[in-house]
C-alpha cells in the first residue's frame, strides 16, 4: 500500500499495490481528470515529483516523449512502487457519484444483436450502482491488460452489468468473449467510470449518436432517460449509424420503451447501401444529425459514441452549429 500526496495540499490517498493511482483516487472520492482509462487520450497526466512506479503500458499514446522528459506520467497506467508526491489540479466534476469498485462478476447471460455484436450480461458478486451512460473495465481471463466497455442497461438491485461489443477482428479481447467464455465463468469488473451519463436534471430535449457498440451507452441513457419522472414526455431522437442494412440495430430495444414512436424516435442510416435493399437514410451519423437537427441541436442535450473517426466528425458538426460544450456527452474511446 502506497501513500499518494499532492503537493501543495494536505490531500493524501492510499493506493493499493495491484491499483493505479488515478483509480486509488477516484476510489478515496478525489476529482482525479480522466477520461479513456487505457492510456490513449492524456486527460490523467500528472507530474511525479517524488517516488517511483510502474507503468503499465510504457508505450502509451497519452504521453508525448516530452511529456516523460517533463517527468509526467499518465494517472490510469501509474502504479505506486513507493509512495510519491505528485502535482495535478484535481476537479470537482470528475468526482464519482459512485466511486468504482474492483471485484468479480459471472457470464449469466449472451444473445446476438447482429452478425458482429453480441450482449454479454454479467451479474456482479456485489452490486453496485452506477449511472447511464457509464461503462466498466473488464479484465478477462488470459487477455493482458484491462479494456472499457460501456453498459446497455440501467442501474438495479441485481448487480447486473450488460455490455453490448461488437467483435474487433483479430481483437484478442473479444476474440476471449466471443469465443473463449461460457455461461458461468467469472471475470474480474471495475467499475463505474465516465463522464458521458444521463444529466437528468436538465429539461433540454435529448439526441443520441452512435454507431458499432457505442449502441450500448446510448441505449442505456435512453433507457434510463424513459423511465426518469422528470424527463417523462421529453424528446428524444436516436440515430444508429452502420456500414450496411445488416449493421442496424437498436429499434427492437428502444421500441420496449414507453413514449416509442411518440417522444422517442429512432432514424437509422447505412453508409453503403448498394445492392442490399435498403430504402432508408442514407450517410453518416453527423450528416443525417445536421440535416434532421441543425436548428434543434443547440438547444438540446447530446450524447454520443461510436468509432473514433465518427466521434470526430460529430464534434466538428456540434462546434460549427454552434451547441454549448457543456451540453455535449461523451467518453473518448481509442
Known sequence: MAAIALKGSDVQWTCADDDTIMRSALRAGLGFPYECNVGSCGNCRFDLLEGEIEELRADAPGLSDRD????????CQSRPLTDCVVKL?????????????????????????????????????????????QYALLDLPGVAGNRAYSMANVENDAGEWHFQIRRVPNGAATGKLFDGLSLGDRIGVDGPYGMAYLRAESDRDIICL????????????????????LLAGRRIDFIYGGRTARDICGEDMLAELPGFGSNIHYHPVVSAADGDGWDGHCGFVHELAGKLFSDRLPECEVYFAGPPMMGQAIQKM???????????????FY
Open 68 to 75: 516523460r522528459e517533463r517527468g509526467r506520467r499518465l494517472g
Open 318 to 332: 456540434l462546434i460549427d452549429l454552434g451547441v454549448p460544450p457543456a451540453q455535449v456527452h461523451f467518453d473518448q
Open 210 to 229: 452512435a454507431g458499432g457498440s457505442g449502441l450500448s451507452p446510448m441505449i442505456s441513457v435512453t433507457r434510463a432517460a424513459a423511465a426518469t419522472p
Open 89 to 133: 489540479r484535481l476537479m470537482p466534476q470528475y468526482e464519482s457519484r459512485f466511486p468504482p469498485v474492483r471485484q468479480q462478476a459471472e457470464l449469466i447471460e449472451v444473445r446476438d444483436i447482429t452478425h458482429d455484436i453480441r450482449e454479454f450480461r454479467f451479474r456482479l458478486d456485489k452490486p453496485v450502482r452506477f449511472l447511464a451512460g
